[in-house]
């Protein structure tokens, strides 16, 4: 579940990241032009989150926490608020209709990617087919330490045709060739490092560029300074893929106190708290206070579900009866989901049929599919009686 905390009177915040945002004092006085009307957006948008960044880039290693990645980088692609894969810094998906996705009789693949034009780094420098190249070249190599090397470990080779095409031959057949994921195949600058992997490729993961205001990524904020575990200072990006934010600065804090985190966001010192920073209790205390003087609203969408699952395996002194499905269901009925949820959440969420959110692009069709299992007791006695 999201929780997102939206003091009233604001204007959204230009990311993809629900969380509590914050906004401008209004303006005071009479206004007698539309520009006027508007509620001024922060210059400055204070940040608070409970983890650092150990190094801004998303596929190396240590990223367990990485809260200004999506800030700093972008990939190939992002999702939208529907689920929906859109192009980022490619122009277009690979598709088998125009023959930039090729499956093979022998289970081979090639996928043709085509970039967006005049792409740039934050330093200015074109961003090109060489950089993906050379990023492959990372990515497969075992020196280097990686949160992951999928799905590149798939791809036999990555050739550049141009500098805004890349060709990608698959060794195997792999889904998302055609939807590529927005950290596949995430860029690197070569101009700034293809020497440094050339000449040592064990200190080029160990480089203060990963982890400093040398970094340099193409997302819509740069880093201009960082205290280790205390704050990072991001300026918007020029050469953004999609224009110039219109937040000007980001100043991400560390605050690895959650309660500490919802004090502040009280006391209006911050802006912005990814939802993972929230905890259900807290986010309470925020529904008390601000709705009861009107002040902002808590917003609540399924972002991550717990399941009920039922032991039917060989355990010992297992019921064996759970074998039987018409007891399972019998068992689902006779729970009230609906009331666990608002207990569990502290009555921000209820219970949900499915992982998918309403929003889902594909929620019209898991909709007709999946099975409830409303709370009902007399259906749960007729089940069992039933099985027996």
């Known amino acids: 579940m999201t929780i997102a905390a939206v003091p009233a009177r604001c204007a959204p915040v230009l990311l993809l990241l629900l969380a509590v945002v914050g906004c401008a004092p209004s303006p005071q006085g009479s206004s007698t032009t539309a520009a006027e009307s508007k509620p001024s957006r922060p210059n400055v948008l204070h940040v608070a989150v409970t983890g650092d960044s150990h190094v801004f880039h998303e596929r190396l290693k240590p990223v367990s926490d990485n809260p200004a990645g999506a800030y700093v980088n972008a990939g190939l692609t992002a999702l939208d608020h529907r689920g929906v ?36 780094w934050q330093d200015g420098k074109p961003l090109t087919s060489a950089d993906f190249v050379f990023a492959y070249r990372v990515y497969r190599d075992r020196d280097i330490p990686l ?13 550049a045709v141009d500098d805004r095409t890349i060709e990608i031959s698959w060794n195997q057949i792999v889904v998302d060739a055609g939807n590529p994921q927005p950290a596949h195949l995430a860029p690197i600058p070569r101009h700034l490092l293809g020497d440094a992997f050339e000449q040592d490729k064990h200190a080029f993961a160990a480089l203060p560029f990963w982890s400093s205001e040398q970094y340099v990524g193409a997302g819509p904020f740069s880093v201009t300074s960082r205290e280790p575990g ?15 934010p ?14 500490a985190v919802v004090a502040r966001v009280l006391a209006g010192d911050v802006d912005f708290v990814n939802y993972s920073d929230i905890p259900i209790a807290q ?43 018409r007891v399972r269901q019998a068992v689902m009925h006779a729970i009230d989901r609906e009331e666990v949820g608002r207990l569990e959440t502290v009555g921000l969420a209820g219970a949900s049929d499915t992982p998918y959110f309403p929003e889902h692009y594909l929620w019209p069709r898991i909709d007709l599919a999946i099975t409830r299992y409303p709370f009902d007791v007399r259906r749960s006695d007729a089940l069992l009686a039933d099985a027996g």
């Not at 949160?147 to 050739?159: A, C, G, K, L």
């Not at 609203?297 to 579900?305: F, S």
Request: cysteine-free; aromatic content about 8%; glycine content about 6%.
């Open 283 to 325: 986010a309470a205390v925020l529904k008390d206070q601000w709705e009861a003087a009107g002040a902002g609203a808590i917003i609540t969408a399924l972002v991550v579900n717990r399941g009920l699952v039922f032991q039917y395996r060989d355990v010992p002194r297992r019921q064996r009866a759970l074998d039987d499905v």
């Open 246 to 259: 219109e937040i000007g600065t980001v100043e991400m804090v560390v605050v690895p106190d959650k309660n």
């Open 147 to 159: 949160m992951t090397d999928v799905p590149e470990r798939y791809m036999s080779s990555v050739t």
């Open 85 to 120: 894969l859109r192009p980022m810094l490619l122009e277009r998906l690979p598709n088998q209709d125009d023959g930039s996705w090729v499956v093979n009789a022998d289970g081979t693949m090639k996928t043709l990617l085509t970039f967006r034009p005049d792409l740039k």
């Open 230 to 244: 205390e704050r990072t200072i991001m300026q918007a990006n020029p050469y953004f893929v999609f224009g110039r």
